[in-house]
C-alpha cells in the first residue's frame, strides 16, 4: 500500500503487480507533477503563455529597430511598424475580451511591391527576430492546386508549426512572409474556366488562410492524404506579410494616370514623378497586373519599396549592425587578423551592383568575388593585416 491506509479508508484502490496505489495518492501526485510543468493542462497553460509573451515596441520602437538593420525605406518601415504594432495589440484585446460582447478588432495582412534587392524579406525576418515570434519565409511559386505536383497551401503553415517547436499555440501568433506573390498571378484578363494550376488557383487557396479560418495541416509538411492524422491551426492571429517585385506593373501604373496625355485640359493633370511610379501603385493595378480582388482585399495594409540608390547601396555596406564589411571584419579578426578596406573599394561595388542591376542582394556576392582569395590565404599567413586596394579590387571582380 503506497500511503500505507487499508482499502476501506480509500475511494477507490488500484492495484499493481508488487503493490497499491489509492485515488487520493494519485491526486496528490498529479498536482505535485502540476507544479513543475508536467502534466497536459500545466503544458497548455505554459504554451499560452508563451504565445502572448512577445515583446511590446510602440510604432516608434518598432522602426528604430528597423532601422539598425534596413537602410533607408522609410515609408515602408514605418507603415509595417504601425501594422505589427496593431497586430499584437488586437491579439491582447480580443484576448482580453473574450467572452464579452465587444469590438472585435479584425488582422490587416500586409502586401509589400518593390524590385528585388530592397530589403523586402529583410524587413520581414527582422521584425520577427526582435518580436520573438516564431516566423517562417513561403516561396509562393512553389504551390499549386490541392491534387497537383507541387505544395499544397496549407504546406505554409506547417514550417510555421516547425519552426514553433511543434508549439501549436505559439504558431498561431507567428508571421508568415509569403514571397514571389507577383509569380502566382492570373496568366490572362478574364476568369480561369480550366485550371491555373500555379496561378489563379492558388491564390483562391491562399484565401482561407489570409482571411482567418481552421485549416488541417499536414503536422509534417508534404501532400495531403485521407489517412494522416492533421493539426487544425486557427489562422485568425497569424500576421500574413507578403512581397513581391511585380515587374512592370509601372506600365499599368502609367495606363491609369495616363502620363502621356496631351492637348486640352493637360493643365488640370497632377503631376507625377515618372522616374518612380511605383509609388502611386494601388488595388486597381494589382488587379490589372493578375491578382484576384478577393485576395487584394485580404491583403489592406499596401506599400512599396523604393529602388536603392547609390548613397543607400554604399550604406548598406557599412552601417547597419549585420553590416557586409563588419561581417567580413570579424571574420579576419577570428584568425587574428586586421582587414582595411579603402573607401574607393566600396565604390566600385556599390558602381558594379548598380551596373548589373543586382540591387542589395547583389553586393555580398560581389564582396565574395573579391575577398575569396585573401579569405583563403590568410588562416595561412604571417601577415596580420590585410589591405585591400582599389586595384586588387578591379583585378577580382569578374
Known sequence: MFCGR?????????????GCICSDCIKIGYEYLGEYGLTPEAGRKSSKKAAVNYKKLTPKEIHAELDQYVIGQDRAKKLLSVAVYN???????NLNVKGRKDVEIEKSNILMVGPTGTGKTLLARTIAKFLDVPFTIVDATVLTEAGYVGEDVESILSRLLQEADYDQEKAERGIVFIDEIDKITRKSDNPSITKDVGGEGVQQGLLK???????????????????????HMNTQNILFICGGAFEGIERKIAQRVNTKVIGYGTQNTPLYDKE??????????????????????????LTYLDQLDREALKRI??????????????????????????????????DTSIEKKLGARGLRSICEQIMT???????????KTWHVTLNYAKQHIN
Open 6 to 18: 487499508p482499502e476501506s479508508q480509500v475511494p477507490v484502490l488500484l492495484q499493481g503487480e508488487t
Open 317 to 350: 555596406l557599412t552601417e547597419p549592425r549585420n553590416a557586409i564589411v563588419k561581417q567580413y571584419k570579424k571574420m579576419f579578426e577570428l584568425d587574428g587578423k586586421t582587414l582595411i578596406i579603402d573607401s574607393d573599394v566600396l565604390d566600385l561595388i556599390v
Open 373 to 383: 582569395d585573401a579569405m583563403y590565404e590568410a588562416p595561412s599567413s604571417p601577415k
Open 276 to 301: 518612380n511610379l511605383l509609388q502611386y501603385v494601388n488595388a486597381q493595378d494589382l488587379r490589372a497586373y493578375g491578382l484576384i480582388p478577393e485576395i487584394i482585399g485580404r491583403l489592406p495594409v
Open 209 to 231: 488562410l489570409l482571411e482567418g479560418s481552421i485549416v488541417n495541416v499536414p503536422p509534417k509538411g508534404g501532400r495531403k492524404h485521407p489517412e494522416q492524422e492533421f493539426v
Open 87 to 93: 497586430h499584437y495589440k488586437r491579439l491582447e484585446s
